[in-house]
C-alpha cells in the first residue's frame, strides 16, 4: 500500500510538470482552483480506481472462468443460455467474491443486531463474505450453484456506496464467459488447482493468481 502510494505521487508530480491526455492529468490540472484535489485527495483516487477498477476486476475475471469450467454442467449450458451466465457471474459475486472483505463504517445511531448494542459513533468492520454466506439469506449458503436464482449479494456494497463500475465488472465476466464456453474452442482446465487466497492484507480480499485454460479450436461449420 505504501509503494502504490509512492507511485500514484510519482505519477501526479509527473502529469502537473508535464500533461498529457490521460486521467491523471486531468485530476492535478484543474483549472478551478476552488474545486481542485488536494493532493492527498488525488492519490487516494488513484489509489483506488487502481485497487478496485481493475484488481478485483482481473480477480473477479479469473475466479467466474475456474468456477465456470471446474463444475460439471454449467460450461457446456451458459453458451445458449444468457441467463445461466448471469447467474454464474452472481453466484460468483456471491461464493468468493474478489472485493474488499472488510467494510469500514461508522455508525450514526444506537443499533440492536442480534441482541447486541452498536452505539453511535463505534466504529464497525463490516464482513462482506460472511453477510453473503448468511443462512437466513440463502439456501445451502457454502455451495456454488448458478442453476437457481439467489439473492443478489452485497459484493458491490449497497445503497450510496454502490461500486459505480459494477455494471461494467459484470458486463466483462458475462462476456468471457459467453466466449470461452462457445463450443469452436474447445476450452478446457488445464495445469494446477488454483487456490484461493487473501491478496491484500487490509483491507483482506479473497482471490486466486491464475487459471489455466487449454484451447482447441475447431473449424466452424
Keep these: 500500500m505504501a509503494g502504490l502510494t509512492a507511485l500514484v505521487s510519482r505519477l501526479a508530480d509527473d502529469r502537473r510538470a508535464q500533461p498529457r491526455d490521460d486521467l491523471i492529468s486531468t485530476l492535478v490540472n484543474d483549472p478551478d482552483p476552488a474545486q481542485a484535489l488536494s493532493m492527498e485527495e488525488i492519490v487516494v483516487n488513484l489509489w483506488n480506481l487502481y485497487l478496485a477498477g481493475l484488481w478485483t476486476t482481473a480477480h473477479l475475471l479469473a475466479t467466474t472462468t475456474y468456477l465456470l469450467f471446474s463444475r460439471p454442467g454449467p460450461a457446456g449450458s451458459a453458451h445458449q443460455d444468457p441467463g445461466l451466465v448471469s447467474r454464474v457471474v452472481q453466484e460468483t459475486l456471491r461464493y468468493v ?54 439473492a443478489l449479494p452485497l459484493s458491490f456494497s449497497a445503497g450510496p456506496h454502490y461500486c459505480i463500475g459494477a455494471q461494467l465488472a459484470i458486463t466483462m465476466a458475462e462476456r468471457l464467459c ?34 489455466h485454460l487449454q484451447l482447441h479450436p475447431r473449424e466452424r461449420v
Design 97 to 150: 467474491p474478489p472485493t474488499v472483505e472488510l467494510v469500514p463504517r461508522q455508525a450514526l445511531r444506537d443499533v440492536q443486531i442480534d441482541g447486541h448494542t452498536i452505539k453511535a459513533g463505534d466504529r464497525l468492520r463490516l464482513m462482506v463474505t460472511k453477510a453473503n454466506r448468511d443462512q437466513t439469506r440463502y439456501t445451502d449458503p457454502d455451495t456454488f450453484d448458478p442453476t437457481h436464482e439467489r
Design 178 to 211: 459467453q466466449v470461452l464456453t462457445d463450443p469452436a474452442y474447445g476450452a478446457q482446465l488445464t495445469g494446477p488447482t488454483p487456490s484461493f487466497h487473501r491478496t491484500l492484507t487490509a483491507p483482506v480480499a479473497l482471490g486466486i493468481d491464475a487459471v
